[in-house]
């Protein structure tokens, strides 16, 4: 269960110190001054702000949901997921796997285009789980049922050098599964005090049966492209207890990369539709260091010009990498940082999302890798879209 936290404002002046060192008539003063803030008491939430201001954060916080969900329709993105139960021991004895790229039409369909789907020794796979992993699990909120939901505010948290508000949500109704296969979302959300957008979710998919359960999953969000948070990994450890008494130890890591602008004007297959997996093997990517920069693709695989080719490490590739600087009075540390870059025709980069590293030092990769430029890739003559790693060492 999420944790709940509350912050309470007590106010106990000592009147026998008042009465010593201020006399009666300040005594009477502070008594007022009391009772006055215990009549502001009435109208805070459990953090401290007032109603109106909590449902001032709520409205700009849900209203941006939407507007992140609207643009979201525009971009294509990459999910790798794995699912996997766990023994006695904590060895894994079952996986599901699935790499896919998604993209959104102008109403907000999602469709699917997998690349990779080994044969999942997971039996225990629902539907409603692969559903989840693009749906609640790293969206939350769809901006359609925010009315469903009821909001409260527990309080202030800082996560990574963020200010954070929290706020626990849960359906007003949940989903009658016999009825409806209607998802909602319920946990807690963290909101940026700055940007007034959602950055972290923690919570799980509801309606649960008897023989479907769900565990919490942890969700972090990334800026892309300087305005939207984006989610970008997503994480669950934990052991299902069934109605029956059976028992099921899952571990979730989901990672959301490759966020390119591209409007979907194609229909590829459903997410849900399993009748047509492709080839589970994935599209090779170039041959190592070819001469002139050309790259030339398997004879029996033809390549996706709609993705980005995958070209492993590309330091040595770039012809202009700037060196990352860290902000000013930042304290210098040591350590390596990745960074997965999307770079397009003309050798741009289009998209810069860490992969891993301190947190200290992600923001000056990001912004060195955004700069760097590259030797526009070709095959068969024509440039295309290719992505891979940019890693930055830095010395203490």
């Known amino acids: 269960m999420p944790l709940r936290s509350k912050i309470r404002i007590a106010i106990t002046p000592s009147y026998r110190s008042a009465r010593a060192l201020l006399g009666l008539g300040v005594l009477l003063m502070l008594t007022l001054s009391a009772q006055q803030i215990s009549a502001q008491q009435a109208t805070l939430s459990p953090g401290g702000l007032s109603e109106a201001e909590t449902s001032r954060i709520i409205k700009a916080f849900t209203s941006k949901e939407t507007e992140f969900r609207r643009a979201l329709n525009n971009f294509s993105f990459k999910r790798d997921a794995v699912l996997q139960s766990l023994g ?92 409806t296969k209607e998802r909602l979302f319920t946990g807690r959300v963290w909101v940026d005090d700055q940007d007034l957008q959602i950055v972290k979710t923690r919570g799980k998919g509801v309606p649960e049966t008897k023989v479907n359960k769900y565990p919490y999953v942890d969700t972090y969000r990334e800026e892309i492209g300087g305005r939207y948070w984006f989610p970008t990994y997503s994480y669950a450890d934990e052991e299902l207890i069934f109605d029956n008494g059976d028992s099921l130890h899952v571990r979730m890591r989901v990672k959301y990369s490759d966020f390119v602008p591209a409007h979907s004007t194609v229909t590829i297959r459903e997410a849900d539709d399993q009748s047509a997996q492709p080839n589970p093997r994935p599209t090779p990517g170039p041959t190592p260091d070819p001469p002139s920069n050309q790259t030339r693709p398997s004879p029996r695989q033809p390549i996706d010009r709609s993705q980005p080719v995958e070209s492993g490490v590309l330091n040595s590739k770039a012809i202009e990498l700037p060196d990352p600087k860290l902000a000013e009075g930042a304290t210098k540390v040591g350590g390596k940082v990745r960074v997965r870059v999307i770079v397009d025709e003309t050798g741009k980069v289009i998209s810069a999302e860490i992969e891993d590293g301190r947190i200290e030092l992600r923001r000056a990769a990001v912004e060195a890798a955004r700069k760097a430029r590259f030797a526009p890739t070709l095959i068969d003559g024509q440039p295309v879209k290719v992505t891979g790693i940019i890693t930055y060492l830095f010395v203490q």
């Open 88 to 179: 006695m021991g904590g060895q894994v004895d079952g996986e599901f796997h699935r790499i896919s790229y998604f993209t959104f039409d102008d109403k907000g369909n999602r469709y699917e285009k997998i690349v990779m789907a080994p044969m999942s020794t997971l039996p225990n796979v629902t539907q409603e789980d692969i559903d989840d992993l693009g749906g609640i699990n790293p969206f939350a909120l769809e901006p359609s049922k925010i009315d469903q939901y009821n909001f409260k505010y527990v309080g202030k948290e800082r996560i990574d050098e963020l200010n954070l508000y929290v706020f626990d949500v849960t359906p007003k109704v949940i989903p009658d599964p016999k009825r």
